[in-house]
């Protein structure tokens, strides 16, 4: 069975980038547009990966990982920013979550990323 | 794009009186302002309802000992309010003693501490980059900006969520398609062409942007008259010619203020009323300029324009109709000119409506629908018949009434936006 | 009834009008009509572009096994016909490209060039109006294309936008002298396009940040004030023997400038001779001079001052007593 992904980022762009990248890779992709539609799908199905952004319109990114690490805390979190800012990353791994990569990010390093975190679990 | 530590800080000031049903959530979409630095200063004109209690109660406020000078003077302050929340630090609530929208404004700005201040109408929604884009005539010119006025848009039907608006619609009722229609007039086509030629003479109360010290210079709003966001500008205009320094206002044609017009007919007539009012008070304090050439376009385009076609108009139209009425009972009517001149009338006013509407087609294009357009357009051949008549009436009574001494802001019934609740405010 | 020939004039001017003005009413309706169906169906073709212009460059960046040569020139031949394609194309282009670093990035750049919409540019920036030209500068400086000379001649440029996006063009794509386009300046910047200066070095800039001391003889005011101020938000305190000067230049707005600068690199030193300024200088900096103070002085500095806050000078008296109640609040 494939691994199932959920995307969570409001940018439409990067979101069928990633979706065509991570399908090309091998795996399944569900995309959320914002954290309440996250929410949503997430107490609905189940998957292996989440990969958010932080800055989300309705719920943001850090109040859908401490949703996350309190009820599917087995679900590893790569988080997907355009912060660079130290605070927020201390804050996220704070949290619990496997990895931080910031945008601009390259699409290769990040498909390695998601297979590394993928096999650790 | 600009986040800019640079950028300098304003003070939004917006009385409130006997606004308990909202006041808590028009602050709280006012902090969600994308601006780097801004002190919101509600001023609470001496409520009789719950406003302040509900303020200090949601926000955590404490009083604050910040000294302060009254270089207005205004009526007694009780207290200033600030946060305990570091979420709210940019929060100040004055509660003062009643004395009417202009005084509490005077507060405000005697309180502040920035040095732009932007006054609102507390109930309107203001777009996220309203205060960044109207910070940048400030920040443009050669000349010294003295204040900055935008686009008011109406907000009736609106769908609004957190304090946003998220998706335009087209207001249900007749009254306020009118109003859409009107409002569009004012702003796209006049405004806009008054600020070309440097003649603005009026920035609408609900929202402008103002530099503190030349209000201050001014002697700060008028509390005598109800028609004090006009007033003041005319009176800073007025002070910068006779000091002869050069300076500019400036005029953002972007749609930054959403704002809920009156869907109620006798609400209606009280706000237009208080209208005409203001007009003529602001005119006649300001007599002086009109004709008078050494204030150049504002004495010699603007303030006549303002004196026949904007107070005058709804007399002379008033005695028209009654001249013609009495022909009519004298049987003296010559209906071919009569009708045949109705139809000039008739088709200039709807041409002045449809070009409006071209502007809004050509600019910004809020309302994206195509029956969306039809119904605006059918609204524009209306509205001589079933709105402006009224408006007519409700300006000649406000003339009326100040003839007869009348001064007091007519009580604004708003349905909160966003939600049904009707905040009755008599 | 009469004829027209008989009829007054008067019923004659109000009929033609009334001809002229429904006339008019008809033709804006129709117009209003043709652009609503004209602008429905661009933003429905965009729709589409942009869907096939997204799978295009996701195809070409991400998939394996394709011949990428044979893909672009089909491409172009099949989707990059009009003006409203490219347009659309390289919207596409530069938001993804905006997330991307690494191989996708340097890939993006090279498909730009492949699929000739460098041609396209650079002829909108030659012929365009002030929003082709803003645009195409902006889209330059997106994918980072060296065209310095060419920009160069829109730093002057009468519309405020063009001249915004060539300043950025100048700061991201230049890789050590950001600033460079000082030299070329023949007007003030306005606050508002140094405010975005500043944003653009702080945010977009990514080489090392140059020394501002060079700019400090320039001639326009606005480029020296803004040197002055951006030798304290990069903290370059070697410089402070050189800002310390301009505490007595003749223009008020340097010298509020230099006071703040002096205060952020808390250079004490300058306390003593701002004390001896106060009796002598404007409101504005008196008030400066106060805020000096609180930041590097003790109460005793205040004191010292005391006696030139005049009753009458309400703005610099209420600043004073502001510290004062800071210092008081400090001791209690």
Known sequence: MKDRILIVEDNSMVVKSLHFKLTKDGYETVVASDGREALKVLKEQTFHLLITDLMLPFVSGIELIEFVKNNIPDLPIIVLSTSTQEEVIMDAFNLGVEDFITKPFSPNELSLRVRRTLQKK | MLQSSSLPPVSILAPAFNEEANV?????SLLTLNYPFYEIVIINDGSKDKTLERLIKSFNLVEDDTLYHNFIETQAINAVYVSKNKSF????VVDKINGGKADALNAG????????????????????????????????????????????????????????????????????????????????????????????????????????????????????????????????????????????????????????????????????????????????????????????????????????????????????LAFFIALLFLGQLNWVFALSFFLVAYCFSVLYSITALFFEEYSFQQYKKTDQTFKLIVAAFLEPFFYHPFVIWAALKGNIDLLRGRKAWGNMVRTGLGKQDINETE | MKTWEDSEWIFKINAAFTLLFFVLILSFILTLLIIRLYKNRRNRLKKIYEASAEEFINSYLFEEDIDRGVLVEKYEIENLKTNLQKKVFLKSLVGINENFKGESSIALKKLFHQLN???????????????????????????????????????????????EQAIYYYLKVSTGKPLEFF??????????????????????????????????????????????KMIAQFDQFENIPKVIPFVDHPDEKVRKQAIKTLCKLSCHDILGKLIDKFPKESTVIKKEIISAIMQLGIRVDLLAIKTHVSENDWSTKLAFERVEQHFNKLTA
């Not at chain 2, 808590?24 to 709280?28: G, L, Q, S």
């Not at chain 2, 630090?89 to 100040?92: D, E, I």
């Not at chain 2, 062409?193 to 003649?199: T, V």
């Not at chain 3, 200066?197 to 004030?225: N, Q, T």
Request: glycine share 6%; with cysteine.
């Open chain 2, 24 to 28: 808590v959530d028009n602050v709280r």
């Open chain 2, 89 to 92: 630090k940019n929060l100040k």
């Open chain 2, 109 to 320: 700005i005697n309180i502040c501490k920035n040095e732009l201040i932007c006054s609102i109408d507390v109930d309107c929604i203001l777009e996220g980059d309203a205060l960044l884009k109207m910070v940048k005539p400030f920040l443009s010119g050669k000349k010294k900006v003295i204040a900055a006025g935008g686009i008011i848009r109406i907000a009736n039907s609106c769908v609004v969520e957190h304090g946003r608006i998220v998706e335009v619609r087209l207001p249900d009722t007749y009254i306020a398609r009118a109003q859409i229609i009107e409002y569009f007039r004012a702003f796209l086509m006049g405004r806009m062409a008054w600020s070309r030629i440097d003649g603005l003479l009026l920035i609408s109360g609900a929202f402008g942007m103002f530099d503190k010290n030349a209000v201050m210079e001014a002697g700060g709003y008028n509390t005598n008259t109800v028609g004090e966001d006009m007033e003041l500008l005319v009176r800073m205009r007025r002070r910068m010619r006779e000091k002869g320094e050069p300076y500019s206002v400036g005029f953002i044609p972007d749609p930054l203020c959403w704002t809920e017009v009156p869907q109620d007919w006798r609400v209606l007539h009280r706000q237009r009323n208080r209208w005409a009012r203001g007009t003529a008070e602001t005119l006649s304090i300001h007599r002086k300029m009109i004709f008078n050439p050494k204030y150049r376009i504002l004495g010699l385009l603007s303030t006549p324009y303002w004196l026949f076609f904007e107070w005058m108009a709804p007399i002379v139209e008033f005695f028209g």
């Open chain 3, 117 to 163: 919409l460098d041609a396209f540019l650079l002829k909108n920036l030659q012929k365009g109006d002030w929003d082709k030209q803003s645009r195409a500068i902006y889209l330059l400086a997106e994918l980072s294309i060296k065209k310095n000379n060419l920009v160069a001649t829109f730093l002057n440029a009468k519309r405020m936008e063009v001249r």
């Open chain 3, 183 to 228: 030299s070329r300046l023949t007007t003030d910047l306005t606050p508002w396009e140094l405010i975005y200066v500043e944003d653009s070095l702080k945010y977009y800039y990514e080489g090392s940040m140059p020394d501002f001391s060079k700019w400090l003889d320039h001639k326009l005011i606005s480029i020296v004030i803004f040197s002055i």
